[in-house]
């Protein structure tokens, strides 16, 4: 009898985002600090006889994210993490994914890597794979440099091109504002402005060393602390290609907020706040300022990728 398995992803931010000069393979080597957040994909995986993948996209009920920029073909990540499962495991059953959006797209946050990290852990157990957490960490670094986080969730710092994790302490909860745009940014062009300005000598090459006051921070549960310790190189490159987003930065400072970053290569900003009141303060205070198309709420660190009900 064929099933429905649902499994939901977090998003994520990254407290920290140093980047080294870029290397022969494209890639840049990273030293970054995931937080993930209680903002969810879900991932519904129908088993199908005939071998074909499907893919259909909704969003999650009032959400303000704009589900039309989402590829339905194979270039959809939570497409090729079932083709990748598929063809690693010996399936010859195809699936039908449905996806429910609860990530801005294109938007700093890994919704695309929440996809295929969600995908994985639904398709291995709907395709009764026996796939062990190991083997599908494995196929997550192949599908994407962020995709292994998507899956271990919580805190932890990442190194090569972001997919070597290692658990980070951190303590308490943090509450962050996120001012989304319609508009997104592509990650390579926000790499390959990053390299343009490093050529020209506009920006320095940070050592690529984990970041004392960030990690003490977590420790100690210390939202003000860690607001003023983010660090994100990309993110100059990002305010470059988007100009808007220094408005939103100035917005979010002008609310007070403990710090303020652009979410790994943009267009989000995340504000940090000191308590779940102060981020509703911020984010009515960033939406009366109009200089974002939408505000969510989220806080972190959240679990990783989880196996929901089956149907
Ligand atoms: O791994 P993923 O497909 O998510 O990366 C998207 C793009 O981001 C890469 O093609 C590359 O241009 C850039 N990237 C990078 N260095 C990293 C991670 C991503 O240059 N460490």
């Given at each position: ?16 985002l ?10 840049h ?37 704009d ?13 090729k ?6 063809r ?8 039908d ?20 990290a ?8 709907a395709?009764?794979?026996?796939a ?20 271990h ?13 290692t ?18 940014l592509?990650?390579p ?78 267009p ?21 300022s ?7 709420t ?11 009900d089956?149907?």
């Open positions: 009898m064929t099933r429905t398995v649902r499994a939901k992803a977090p998003a994520k931010v990254n407290l920290q140093t980047v080294g000069p870029r290397r022969a393979d494209g890639y080597p990273l030293v970054t600090v995931f937080q993930a957040l209680d903002l969810w994909e879900v991932v519904e995986a129908t088993p199908r006889t005939d071998g074909r993948i499907t893919l259909a996209v909704d969003v999650a009920a009032g959400s303000p994210i589900a039309s920029r989402v590829p339905l073909d194979e270039t959809n990540l939570a497409w993490a079932a083709d990748l499962l598929a690693t495991f010996g399936i010859a059953d195809g699936v994914l449905r996806i429910v959006k609860g990530v801005p797209v294109a938007g700093g946050m890994a919704g695309g890597s929440a996809d295929a969600a995908a994985l852990v639904a398709c291995a157990e395709w009764d794979t026996g062990t957490r190991g083997e599908l960490t494995a196929l997550a670094a192949r599908l994407g440099a962020d995709v292994p986080f998507s899956l969730g919580h805190t932890a710092v990442g190194m090569g091109r972001g997919d070597e994790l658990p980070a302490m951190s303590h308490g909860e943090f509450h962050w504002v996120l001012a989304t745009q319609r508009a997104g592509s990650t062009d926000v790499f390959a402005e990053y390299d343009r300005r490093i050529e020209s000598g506009e920006q320095a090459v940070s050592d690529l060393d984990i970041d004392g006051p960030i990690m003490r921070a977590l420790m100690a549960g210390d939202a003000v602390a860690l607001g003023e310790s983010l660090l994100n190189d990309l993110e100059g490159p990002a305010l470059a290609l988007m100009p808007r987003l220094e408005e939103v930065l100035d917005a979010a400072e002008a609310a007070e907020a403990c710090g303020a970053i652009v979410s790994g290569s943009g989000t900003v995340a504000a940090l706040a000191r308590s779940r009141q102060h981020a509703l303060a911020i984010a009515a205070h960033l939406k009366a109009k200089t974002c198309d939408a505000v969510v989220a806080s972190g660190p959240a679990t990783g990728t989880l196996l929901l089956s149907q």
